[in-house]
């Protein structure tokens, strides 16, 4: 009999992504699924009409968006409960191979310290070019980024391997790590959680690997855009919140000119552009919230403010 895998899915206002992306996964060959469905409190009814055109899907509706984070956490507790052996958090902007899942399941059963893992990943819009191919990790900077992003896959990366982190849009985990590890940090709210929880992880001696016979194609930054005020504060918050978290003033002071170029660089490029006041203020909200150590969803009461004028 075959693992159950529980693969989970949050909807923020994103029918047609959501709908593309469960159409993909009914498709898969791997026959012991289950779809969780977390809507992150959707204002435009997204999530009950996805409710409706999928009754197989386990579906649950919240009252709040909790974010990625929140999201996710609700998902695992979800799918814990009904006896999946496996996990595996999938960003609702992908399309999947139909045998996406066989390669995961065969390369957690093999190692038993494997923690998580993450399949080749490539862009959508350009379907042969890649957008994660393993994780460059340094935990000292907060520095994270992805191997061959951009590069056609010709495969100069298909070998399966140890990687800095498995990225949170494809990452699959043993329940035994959940259990032992925990859920994402919640403090965190959205982005760097990936990061954060390879990290934990590896403390305990778990091992993160790249898996590239699991293959995805990512649609990239449909909900939240690359220079939105909201990708801003909170990717610099966190980035703080990060090495806070993780390294040692020993280990991080080295990086203290990595860091100032790091904020005062988005800070310069932000007010050069001409419509960017708002993306200016959030990136100084994010840097001294993260200072202040500001936690979750809290000082976005600001963000939205702005938003609104």
Avoid at 302 to 308: D, I, Q, V
Wanted: glycine share 8%; charged share 20%; aromatic share 12%.
């Amino acid at each position: 009999m075959m693992p159950k895998v529980a693969i989970i899915l949050i909807n923020l206002n994103q029918e047609e992504h959501t709908r593309e992306c469960i159409h993909s996964l009914l498709q898969v060959s791997y026959n012991s699924v289950e779809i969780i469905l977390i809507d992150n409190n959707s204002v435009d009814g997204s999530g009950q009409r996805l409710h409706e055109q999928f009754p197989s899907v386990t579906y649950r509706c919240l009252e709040d968006n909790l974010g990625f984070v929140g999201g996710n956490n609700i998902g695992m507790e979800i799918a814990l409960a009904q006896g999946a052996k496996y996990v595996l958090l999938l960003n609702n902007d992908t399309i999947v191979d139909k045998d996406f899942i066989q390669p995961l399941v065969e390369l957690a059963s093999s190692e038993p310290r494997l923690g998580a893992q993450c399949g080749k990943i490539y862009l959508f819009s350009a379907k042969q070019k890649l957008w994660y191919a393993g994780g460059i990790l340094d935990v000292d900077k907060a520095y994270a980024n992805h191997r061959g992003i951009g590069e056609t896959d010709t495969g100069q990366y298909d070998i399966i391997e140890d990687t800095g982190f498995a990225s949170g849009c494809m990452l699959f985990v043993p329940r035994t790590i959940i259990e032992e590890v925990g859920v994402l940090d919640r403090s965190l709210f959205i982005y760097q959680e990936d990061t954060d929880w390879c990290i934990r992880m590896k403390t305990l001696g778990y091992r993160i690997m790249y898996n590239p016979r699991s293959r995805i194609w990512h649609k990239v930054s449909v909900t939240n855009k690359i220079d939105s005020p909201f990708y801003l504060y909170f990717s610099m918050r966190n980035k703080i919140m990060l090495v806070r978290k993780h390294s040692r003033a020993s280990r991080w002071l080295w990086h203290l000119p990595y860091f100032t170029y790091y904020f005062v660089r988005h800070l310069i490029r932000m007010s050069m552009k001409w419509h960017s006041a708002l993306g200016t203020r959030a990136v100084w909200y994010g840097i001294v919230d993260g200072l202040r150590n500001y936690t979750g969803n809290n000082g976005r009461g600001r963000l939205e403010e702005l938003l609104k004028k």
